[in-house]
């Protein structure tokens, strides 16, 4: 499972983009409410704002440009007060631009890509092996917005002669890219991942009686109950696309015989929602396996912690493979249902029995 913040890292890392300390020291003077720091981009979790040695906060005190630099006071600060900030500065990108990079390479990494039971590949399902080529596409994108930049420099020409060739930098990154984009082709197609894999198509036949598509279903184990899943190939060859999903998805794994519980947040206040969880073979399916007991942990207008959790009894006899979800009701209004969390349960059998 990759995680955010260690893909982040591995880009700072691959574009040498990496945080440095800072401190700057200035004097008020009664009129002046913006200052530069002079550093930039500056990281704002890690920025301490001082007035004559009181902390000040954010933003009822200041607002920062962290692109920038800049520091903008809500009051200015009085004559000859000492203001002192201090904190990390990075080279090129704030964590919110490395973020953006990180998505759009996470998005186009997993492009229409399932995982061996359809679910859509997220960061948090990508294997461990596939993280480098992940930061090294995301790489390729701080590399792009850097020669953009660099784009607009032009070179100077000094009357004694000497030039400055600052086109130059734009070259480099330009030479730079390149060859990323190759080491990232090369990742790819050996590990068949990426924008780089080979991609297989279904061909639909068509009825010599009826003159129509013959339907296609996902393949299945021979032990599998479930329903066969009908897919809808598209005649462009590009495979299967992933169902939508409206819901959260999560998927168990639980040992049988075990006691099994888990916590979710639900960034709102439920106390005002009967939660229902409930385990079945396939979905819609009229053989119910177990029914969770939902626990309200805490509640607060802005977080809910839940725990979802089954007794050893009830994973006593449980399928290796089934469906399960969360839903909400809401206790005024018997019309509203909401499915947040959705996903499959994989029972591990035991060994050690009693």
């Given at each position: ?11 700072r ?11 700057y ?16 981009p ?5 920025l ?15 607002t ?23 904190g ?30 359809g679910?859509?590949?997220?960061i948090g ?20 917005a ?35 984009w190759e ?9 068949n ?31 599998d ?40 947040d ?32 805490s ?56």
């Open positions: 499972m990759a995680l955010l913040a260690n893909l982040i890292s591995r880009v890392l691959e574009i040498g983009d990496q945080a440095s300390q800072f401190s020291t200035a004097a008020g003077d009664g009129s002046t409410t913006t200052f530069s720091i002079g550093k930039y500056v990281d704002p979790s890690t301490y704002v001082t007035i004559n040695g009181a902390a000040q906060a954010t933003p009822a005190n200041y920062l440009e962290a692109n920038l630099g800049v520091i903008h006071f809500v009051t200015a600060p009085s004559l000859n007060a000492v203001i002192a900030v201090s990390q500065n990075y080279r090129y990108f704030t964590d919110t631009d490395i973020t953006t990079f990180v998505s759009d390479a996470v998005n186009q990494h997993t492009y229409n890509r399932v995982d061996s039971y679910s859509q590949v997220t399902s990508i294997p461990a092996v596939e993280e480098y080529p992940v930061a090294v596409l995301a790489s390729i994108e701080a590399l792009w850097l020669a953009t930049d660099s784009a607009f420099d032009i070179n100077i020409t000094a009357p004694d002669g000497v030039v400055i060739p600052r086109a130059q930098r734009y070259q480099q990154l330009s030479s730079i890219i390149q060859q990323r080491q990232y082709r090369l990742l790819c197609s050996q590990l991942v990426g924008l780089w894999r080979i991609e297989m198509g279904t061909l639909i036949r068509t009825s010599r009686t009826t003159n129509k598509y013959v339907p296609i279903y996902m393949g299945q184990e021979v032990d109950s479930r329903r066969p899943e009908r897919v809808y190939v598209n005649n462009d060859l590009t495979g299967r696309n992933p169902a939508l999903n409206y819901g959260q998805v999560y998927d168990i794994t639980m040992y049988q015989g075990d006691s099994f519980s888990v916590e979710f639900f960034p709102f206040d439920t106390s005002g929602y009967v939660l229902t969880a409930q385990m079945r073979t396939y979905p819609n399916s009229p053989s119910l396996y177990a029914t969770f007991t939902v626990t309200t942990l509640t607060s207008p802005t977080l809910s912690k839940i725990q979802v959790s089954l007794t050893k009894s009830a994973t006593a006899y449980l399928p290796t493979r089934a469906f399960w979800d969360l839903q909400a009701t809401s206790t005024t209004d018997p019309n509203y249902e909401q499915t947040y969390i959705r996903g499959q349960v994989f029972t591990i059998q035991q060994v050690t029995l009693d």
